[in-house]
């Protein structure tokens, strides 16, 4: 047993160890590769021929690096879409795209990293473009607002951090759900917006936009001496955003877009990518805030119980251990 757990521990700081000096056909094809088979695409003959040849991708590195594999799992991932589909859907058929062309390109190495930086310089212009100019109902805080009550992904957040309690959100969930499904007159009910929601509401707006704006033009833009830090937003961007809304496709590509752009020799930055893969893992299989927010919510109740138990024994607040 001894042996074997020594030989997987060598096994696997070897693959970290390549991955971090691999260069950036390796990284996009091992990394692509394995997020098709732990993410399979579409239903029956489609997930079944994607799996398929991500797995031939990982048994064999010299089938990784030809288009013969890659044309094929581009045009699955592109036959699996229908609209409406996920955001992440479309980006990894573009993504699985620009793997198959980049296979044969003279210079690869180039070719991968420009296509990586050129969808996510794409990607968060586009967001921003989209929030900050097209959608009014996004500058003034509408959309977070609603999606703040709406979405249960929020629930455990919002409650975490105190700026509604539990009653109040349900009461707001189910008028605005009526709202929605049947139109009720707006003196049926009213809205129950702390204000202290409408505040998270704008500054989560703002945030969102500034960041995603920031992190867009410092993709697009050629590479410079500031390129690093693009890097480094980008990862605080994924494990913040993700933490709460835990959309592991969405966040895996992010971070498989942004290690395969990162050069050679930047090993701290590209362990940090790695180590973010699990992280955003994690949020799926253990949600961070959900955990948090039912230990205060724990922590609530202990102290409801030992107040009333206390009021009983005729103790002062003060007095309550």
């Known amino acids: 047993m001894r042996l074997t757990f020594a030989a997987l521990r060598k096994r696997g700081a070897q693959f970290v160890s390549d991955v971090l000096d691999a260069p950036p056909e390796e990284i996009a094809g091992r990394v692509t590769l394995l997020y098709l088979l732990l993410r399979p695409v579409g239903a029956d003959s489609i997930r079944f021929g994607a799996t398929a040849l991500a797995a031939l991708g990982l048994l064999s590195p010299r089938a990784a690096q030809s288009y013969l594999l890659w044309v094929p799992i581009a045009l699955l991932t592109t036959l699996r879409l229908e609209w409406p589909s996920d955001n992440h859907d479309y980006l990894l058929a573009y993504w699985c795209w620009s793997v198959a062309l980049s296979m044969r390109a003279r210079e690869r190495i180039v070719a991968l990293a420009w296509n990586a930086r050129a969808l996510l310089g794409t990607v968060f212009c586009a967001a921003a473009i989209w929030k900050g100019i097209l959608s009014s109902d996004y500058r003034d805080g509408t959309f977070f607002t609603a999606s703040l009550v709406l979405d249960g992904r929020f629930r455990d957040f919002v409650l975490l951090l105190g700026v509604t309690d539990s009653g109040t959100l349900l009461h707001d969930m189910i008028l605005f759900r009526g709202l929605l499904r049947n139109g009720l007159p707006g003196d049926t009910a009213t809205l129950i917006i702390p204000q202290a929601l409408s505040a998270l509401a704008f500054g989560l707006t703002w945030a969102t936009l500034i960041i995603e704006a920031v992190i867009g033009v410092m993709f697009v833009l050629p590479k410079n001496r500031y390129s690093a830090a693009a890097d480094w937003l980008l990862l605080a961007f994924v494990l913040a955003t ?70 009983d024994a005729g103790l002062t607040p003060g007095q309550v251990p």
Not at 248 to 273: D, K
């Open 242 to 311: 993700y933490a709460v809304a835990p959309v592991v496709g969405f966040g895996w590509l992010l971070l498989i877009l942004g290690l395969t752009q990162c050069a050679t020799g930047r090993r701290i930055t590209r362990l940090a990518y790695l180590v973010s893969f699990s992280i955003v893992l994690s949020y799926a299989i253990i949600p961070l805030v959900d955990k948090i927010a039912e230990v205060r919510e724990d922590q609530a109740q202990a102290a409801d119980v030992a107040a009333t138990v206390g009021s």
